[in-house]
């Protein structure tokens, strides 16, 4: 039965936060967290997954929604409706007077996600109930909010939103682990010729070459989507499938691209904090201890910046036994990456890396030896961002290609925009798994996943 006179709301945040009652019934869809039973009195916690909180409803015996509590359980989806009053008991600034009752969805005795603390192993066999958890909920809202900050982030700075492919014909980074995209069965396996594209296809590692060329148009521009790395690597920080956010800006250098990407974390974390708090706290609470303050840290404090060969002379001389010794000409091990957080107490740009260790798109030094590249170390997540000032001059180009053994006319249509036109331009990749994993304490990146690829993991 529909409320008369009603003020119709399923959400349950809004309700909560509302300055005052409203008058008339309200309707409000969701599921039973909990039911408590107490003499002539039952307590309904009912959450629509709007925000952590739940809305205690209230029945007493002598009302028509009494007599269907038997049928209710943990799990069960539920429309009450009542009037909205101010609570008579602590936790809570609102209650609901329950007047009517229908049992939506009902919810048997083997319901999975009893009231208890689950493991996040348990949870991640059933990552298809997970996000009704308060803590897997609060992630999914949090990867909301954050898809919107940055959206914001770069409409509000003249930023063009672009899609680049999702299948390429090119490895943006040369380093070979991608998944290959083919229409033919396993036994016709390495013919491409009369395969669909007629050529080698993959799952893109990267939108930022792509991403080049609409700058090279439009000054600035913005991918942010989904890429694939085909890494057999069962670590807690990798993922087959996950999100980058890939800005490009031309008439960019080196500085103007770190300075963008420290403005951009510290925007997302100030929105989060703004607009998400509640769930934050939930992860300050029980998962990271002072992560509030940690995440205040990383608004207010300028990051600290150094060299390459800076951050591996400190490594060095630090007195620290590494399992990975620190020399010029390697890359940073995670270990490494956790000192320099730590010695600095925050997150620290690592600049002007050795051209070894380099994709050929950067941009090479005066020095010969260095390209203008940075990486955004934070505490928890380590590696954030990684970014360059790209390569504008076509003879450096294309001598840094053949160095590397790289077939120019496979890039023919990159080459094209230095001959035409080519500007300076900067762009960096920030993983957006990473960057929840840094905002939250979580330390393994199939929890900040609603439906992780892993090696051996296909679910759902």
């Known amino acids: 039965m529909s409320p008369s006179k009603s003020i119709v709301r399923s959400q349950i945040k809004a309700l909560l936060e509302a300055g005052h009652a409203p008058g008339g019934e309200v309707l409000v869809k969701g599921w039973v967290r909990t039911r408590r039973d107490a003499k002539g009195v039952s307590f309904l916690e009912i959450n629509d997954g709007s925000c952590l909180a739940n809305l205690q409803g209230v029945i007493d015996e002598g009302s028509e929604a009494f007599s269907r509590l038997k049928e209710l359980s943990t799990g069960a989806a539920v429309s ?36 208890k603390r689950h493991t996040d192993e348990y949870l991640r066999e059933i990552a298809h109930l997970r996000p009704r958890t308060n803590k897997y909920g609060a992630i999914v809202r949090l990867r909301s909010q954050c898809a919107w900050a940055v959206h914001d982030f770069f409409r509000s700075r003249g930023f063009f939103y672009v ?19 083919t229409t033919h069965a396993p036994e016709s396996l390495g013919r491409t010729e009369d395969d669909f594209f007629g050529k080698p296809a993959a799952l893109t590692v990267s939108g930022q070459l792509e991403a ?24 807690a920080r990798h993922a087959a499938e996950f999100w980058m956010i890939e800005p490009e800006a031309a008439f960019f250098n080196l500085q103007d691209d770190m300075n963008l990407a420290e403005e951009m974390i510290k925007f997302l974390v100030s929105q989060a904090l703004e607009h998400s708090r509640q ?9 990271e201890k002072g992560l509030l303050a940690r995440l205040e840290n990383l608004i207010e404090s300028p990051y600290v910046r150094l060299s390459y060969a800076e951050a591996v002379d400190l490594l060095a001389k630090s007195g620290t036994e590494f399992e990975f010794k620190p020399f010029f000409g390697a890359d940073l091990a995670s270990e490494h990456e956790k000192f320099l957080c730590d010695r600095f107490g925050g997150p620290v740009i690592v600049h002007d890396y050795p051209s070894s260790i380099k994709p050929f798109y950067m941009r090479l030094s005066d020095d010969r030896k260095t390209v203008a590249a940075m990486d955004i170390l934070v505490p928890k997540a380590g590696e954030l961002v990684g970014g360059s000032q790209r390569e504008e001059r076509l003879d450096v180009l294309l001598s840094r290609m053949t160095e590397l053994g ?14 035409w036109g080519g500007t300076p331009h900067a762009g960096f990749g920030l993983g957006f798994e990473r960057f929840l ?18 090696p051996k993991n296909l679910e759902f």
Do not use: C
Not at 86 to 101: F, I, P, R, T, Y
Not at 437 to 454: A, E, H, K, Q, S
């Open 406 to 419: 790289m077939d120019s006319e496979a890039y023919r249509w990159y080459l094209d925009t230095r001959r």
């Open 437 to 454: 994993m840094m905002l939250t304490g979580i330390n393994n990146i199939r929890d900040v996943v609603p439906f992780p690829r892993t």
């Open 163 to 181: 899609h680049t492919p999702i299948i390429t014909g090119s490895d943006a980074e040369g380093a070979g682990e991608l998944f290959r995209v």
């Open 80 to 115: 009450v409706s009542g009037l909205l009053v101010a609570s008579q008991g602590g936790g809570q600034k609102w209650e609901l007077l329950v007047n009517s009752l229908e049992l939506v969805g009902p919810s048997g005795p083997d319901y999975p996600l009893q009231k």
């Open 279 to 287: 769930d934050l706290e939930l992860f300050d609470r029980f998962v």
């Open 212 to 235: 080049e060329l609409l700058a090279l148009a439009l000054d600035r521009v913005y991918t942010f989507g989904p890429t694939f790395r085909a890494e057999n690597s069962n670590t």
